[in-house]
């Protein structure tokens, strides 16, 4: 199971973290990372990060979000700085182990003024 926390308001042009944590003992080779899915917009990746450290980015996103990973917790961040409107989403938390692929309940993130 997957719990994602951290959503919330913010303003354009701040930060937010969100956070979350697999359940129970995983595989330790896994790649863990986030997507999110706006309003009438198909979900698309944001962020993933391997257990080896191995990270990639959406373009929309490059230089502004940072993934990383306490591999110790079974667990994956996502730290979220200069967001923009267009960042509003709900994001989900998603982990992969080989061919079985884990989603979390998703946490909502909104950048309004």
């Known amino acids: 199971q997957l719990q994602a926390s951290g959503g919330g308001l913010v303003q354009p042009g701040g930060s937010l973290r969100v956070s979350c944590a697999a359940s129970g003992s995983i595989f330790s080779v896994n790649k863990m990372g986030w997507y999110r899915q706006a309003p009438g917009k198909q979900r698309e990746l944001v962020a993933t990060i391997t257990s080896g450290g191995v990270t990639k980015y959406a373009d929309s996103v490059k230089g502004r979000f940072t993934i990383s990973r306490d591999n110790d917790k079974n667990a994956v961040y996502l730290q979220m700085n200069r967001l923009k409107p267009e960042d509003t989403a709900v994001y989900y938390c998603?982990?992969?182990?080989?061919?079985?692929?884990?989603w979390g309940q998703g946490t909502q993130v909104t950048v309004s003024s």
């Open positions: 998603n982990l992969v182990i080989v061919t079985l692929e884990y």
